[in-house]
């Protein structure tokens, strides 16, 4: 049987971090599309906003000013999902109650976080240079360390510059993320991303945090080390987007969305004050790589949800994670037409369009170096 | 503690039937909204149009027509996601091999139908009467028995006037659906839906499944039948939104979308042949009111995701499912701006901006009777 069989059959595909199974059917793009179109992007911003509440020296919606900053600025987010002062939830039915079964909640207290990138409104992670990427993983890696526990040998007090003041609470996790373009809910163009931390772990980190317990209890190595070595192993290398000293993107096996990337360091670390200098470097030029093969796919600004999953703040006893960054992009045929996860999606399982080899052949083959609009 | 104080703080609620949890950040719908906007959904559209390729006498994207049907119509989707001819997948790599598993993929063989829900191309399901909603689910109920075993008590073949043939192949599972509106990946406003039959059983339905099958061993009881005790002593029934002699409409405690709301009936039937002719027409005055309430509002062609999990075609050992209906709608505060789940949902956990209990309040209140359009 050739090796490409997978590209001309309906399959499923299991996904070892989250132990799930997605539905791929590379036959599909045939279909023609009369359903809902993005509106194409507009890459006509100006360097600074009047209205915007990100940029430099304006005010934001709950009436505070930003400080005319120069690189990366923090502040909490004025409406936190999660909120810091709160009455703990006793429950009210009791134990043996079947409704205390069915009708279960828990209290959860946290703080969340807007990282402005950059104090210029139309810049992209794709038009910064890898030292402006890099301060922005500086930034990361400093709210991350200031909310680990003082008894932890990366513990460290946050500088007066970085926009916040030291945390009151101790949590249990943080997760970074960013949302890019209206198609992925950002409700403002400004370069920024959030950090939510929280007193529960929550669900996807959860799922991950157990894989790798499991594969280790059965197989005595890291999970994403094992997966690392089969992909960098493999023939041809068929889901390999881009590679450098201590990084590797690629489509996994098990992507859902059409051209979804999981970015990886080669060193099996857990989280972020772990890496070395040069490790930040490495990653800084694979984000850069990464989100300039976006824009330059569709020759759009692309638009996804990306986030860093790494050990929690609060570790328990065999809680283990290789750090990684998840890149979830919605398009799938051009700027404008998108993949929807619904009805069978909700309903049954994720489904997929194009093999993960299709898309990471095709994002291979995009320049990484210079995004599309420098070029014109 | 007041029974209300989940209505101000940050919790987490536990879905039994997936066993996962959402975070709720009741507060979090005053922030000001400045992102995307959806289309508000035209309502003059007409009868018949010609272009549509679901309308009755029309010609379909691959060349097949449309006969002059009266009720319902189903045929074989032009572009199915799972292929019924294709062979099967042997996976090259060795089994103690690392990448035998991480690398895991099996084939899955199926077919797709596409069902019209009525020959007029400007109904919804919202704009028809309880016996034209009736029409469609017997032919629901139809497609599924003929593709159970033929030696089940509920087998039969299906009459030459429904538009397909006779299955050739024994499936395990039967998904039917309903994706409404352009903002969930609905290319064509005509009414129909989807049914996807499939070798495999999705991951939704066998998460849904397990969970039962644990909730049994451990009381002895069906866990959707515990739940509607639950829901139907609770004080002021606070998640209720409609109920009928056979039918209870409500927001699970546990919903991730806003208006989500989960169907189901009464009595403890594991799949649509089992539901008596009284059943039927509460389910279908039940599917009125729901898409009738929807659609009242915001004043507007509420767009979702619907759909029927039921027992699989072939059960396997101790699989026992109570039949229900989800709805999975994504508008949050008017007709165009919805709920995006990107960022902290995709990577941490679904998050929602109201409560259940809050969401359902406001549903319970509107007319189920006659939609907006009706009244102006
Ligand atoms: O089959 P349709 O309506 O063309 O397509 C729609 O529903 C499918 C099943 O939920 C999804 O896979 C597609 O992403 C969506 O656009
Ligand atoms: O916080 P924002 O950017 O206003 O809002 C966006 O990101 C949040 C976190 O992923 C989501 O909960 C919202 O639905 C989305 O619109």
Known sequence: QSPDILDDISHRRFNPLRNSWILVSPHRTKRPWQGAQEEPSKVTLPEYDEKCYLCPRNQRAA???NPDYESTYVFVNDYSA???DQPDYVPTAADGDKSALLLRAEGVKGKCFVICFHPSHNLTLADMTTSQITSIIKTWTLIYRSHLPPTSPYFTFLPPTIGISNPTHQYRYMQIFENKGAAM?????HPHGQVWTESALPEEPALEITAHKHHRHKYSSCLLCDYLDVELRATGTPRTVFENAHFLALVPYW???????LLLPKRCVSSLPELTPEEVESFAQAMSQVTIRYDNLFKTQFPYSM???QAPLVKEQGEEIHLHVHFYPPLLR?????KFLVGYEMLGEPQRDITAEQAARRLRELDGEVVYRKQL
Chains 1, 2 share one sequence.
């Open 63 to 65: 009436g505070d000013s």
């Open 82 to 84: 999660v909120k810091e």
């Open 185 to 189: 809910g950002c409700s403002n163009p």
């Open 255 to 261: 992507a859902t969305w059409p051209f979804e990337i």
């Open 307 to 309: 986030g860093i999953h």
């Open 334 to 338: 051009s700027a404008t037409v998108r």
